[in-house]
């Protein structure tokens, strides 16, 4: 009957030390893989993240550029990075694609940007300050937009192409991580309003 009793006791007394000692190791291992598996699940949800609003800003700037390019009554020029036309105000404007590695005069990052004619120009017209087709606030974390500009004629204005190995895609790339692509469509058209677009002079 003691003996019943002095177990009893025992038990209530606590963990053993080699049980505390086994409980420890348990929470320190479960700790290690928990503290590994964190920056596996941050990069995870960093390019989750990522994917996402590089395909927002794909879309958005689509929708904008042929918003833009749908009121051209007149295409003056065009290059794989750039395009000038009328639109159908009678406005000139200039839609530029800057590159990672140079930018045209008074633009200073990557992306779509628009020169818009000055309404006080001359005959001789001159542009204002070029402004982002899609806001700074639209293209998070360093993303940007690089595409070309493919053909002009009949009327249509193609942007990229679906030729097999053609560089000429519509992509959203980061600057951060080696202008890797995050987002890219092959190509879109236009059909403008007004006049065909016939360009005077191609580079």
Do not use: W
């Given at each position: 009957m003691r003996m019943n009793r002095n177990r009893r006791k025992r038990r209530k007394s606590g963990f053993t030390l080699s049980e505390t000692l086994i409980a420890i190791l348990i929470l320190l291992m479960v700790s290690a893989i928990v503290a590994?598996?964190?920056?596996?699940?941050?990069?995870?949800?960093?390019?989750?993240?990522?994917?996402?609003?590089?395909?927002?800003?794909?879309?958005?700037?689509?929708?904008?550029?042929?918003?833009?390019?749908?009121?051209?009554?007149?295409?003056?020029?065009?290059?794989?990075?750039?395009?000038?036309?009328?639109?159908?105000?009678?406005?000139?404007?200039?839609?530029?694609?800057?590159?990672?590695?140079s930018y045209p005069e008074g633009i200073n990052s990557p992306g779509v940007w628009v020169y818009p004619e000055n309404t006080d120009a001359t005959s001789d017209a001159t542009y204002g300050s070029p402004y982002r087709l899609v806001s700074q606030q639209a293209a998070t974390s360093d993303m940007y937009v690089s595409l070309e500009f493919t053909g002009v004629s009949g009327g249509v204005i193609t942007i990229g192409s679906d030729q097999e190995g053609s560089t000429a895609?519509?992509?959203?790339?980061?600057?951060?991580?080696?202008?890797?692509?995050?987002?890219?469509?092959?190509?879109?058209?236009?059909?403008?309003?007004?006049?065909?677009?016939?360009?005077?002079?191609?580079?």
């Open positions: 590994g598996a964190i920056p596996t699940a941050s990069n995870v949800y960093i390019k989750t993240v990522d994917a996402a609003n590089a395909q927002l800003l794909l879309s958005t700037t689509i929708t904008k550029l042929r918003d833009e390019l749908s009121t051209a009554k007149r295409v003056v020029s065009y290059s794989a990075s750039s395009i000038e036309f009328y639109n159908e105000h009678g406005a000139r404007k200039i839609v530029v694609v800057a590159k990672a590695s895609k519509i992509q959203v790339k980061k600057e951060n991580t080696g202008n890797s692509v995050l987002a890219e469509q092959k190509k879109f058209s236009v059909r403008i309003t007004g006049e065909a677009a016939m360009p005077t002079t191609s580079s």
